[in-house]
């Protein structure tokens, strides 16, 4: 037996092709492509070391912020996506409510990305059974219908086998594994970003100007009584 008899085109693209579709579905056109957009980024990257270059930028804008103010917080363009956005976002906002306010946003949207990415191969890794089942009921029903057909007999048999046999590759050698390593380093890079996002805001915290309800800076110096001079009787 050579390995040519593990091998069907047509069962290997129904079960695959029927596996993503039904993730695609599921999840839609935007978390389909970043599931795949992440074989070639985020499955490889070494979160300790993104890590460390993110805390060095945060570094960099503290001292920038100090040095300059805090409208050439933009001007660190190191440490990554989400460094590189919240420096923005610093640069732009005028009080600490709005540039707070922006953290937010940006880190739900990260949040939201990874766990898209994640759940897309998680679903995959679910849907990958069930289609070699439904593959090996279509050959079984093949092999049933053609009993009198001695030659049809192996090859629907081969279907019926070979699709369940793909489906639990593609769940559990493949997409199963690569969903595991996804969602742990989502959980880190969450991890590390809300960390950098605490450390800014405390230094948006000291740099930005007081603001009133009115949008004016608040005056910082006691006002000065003025005395009016005596009137001679």
Not at 163 to 178: D, M
Not at 209 to 222: K, M, N, R, W
């Amino acid at each position: 037996m050579t390995i040519a008899a593990f091998l069907d085109p047509l069962a290997l693209g129904c079960v695959a092709g029927g596996s993503f579709a039904v993730a695609w579905v599921q999840n839609g056109t935007a978390a389909a492509l970043s599931g795949f957009s992440a074989l070639r980024r985020e499955l490889w990257i070494k979160v300790q070391d993104q890590a460390d270059a993110g805390h060095r930028a945060v570094l960099r804008i503290e001292h920038t912020v100090e040095s300059r103010g805090i409208s050439c917080a933009d001007r660190v363009k190191a440490g990554g996506a989400f460094v590189s956005a919240a420096a923005d976002a610093m640069a732009n906002n005028r009080s600490l409510d709005g540039f707070q306010a922006a953290m937010l946003r940006l880190g739900a949207h990260r949040r939201a990305r990874l766990t898209a990415m994640v759940r897309f191969w998680e679903n995959v890794a679910d849907c990958a059974p069930a289609m070699g089942m439904l593959g090996t009921v279509v050959g079984l029903i093949l092999l049933f219908g053609n009993v009198s057909d001695a030659a049809s007999i192996g090859r629907a048999m081969a279907v019926a086998l070979l699709t369940t046999l793909y489906g639990l590759v593609l769940s559990n050698l493949i997409a199963g594994p690569i969903a595991q390593r996804l969602a742990r380093i989502a959980s880190e890079q969450i991890g590390w970003e809300e960390d950098a996002a605490r450390r800014l805001i405390e230094i948006g915290r000291r740099e930005y100007p007081d603001i009133t309800a009115s949008g004016l800076c608040v005056a910082t110096e006691e006002p000065r009584t003025v005395r009016t001079p005596a009137v001679p009787s």
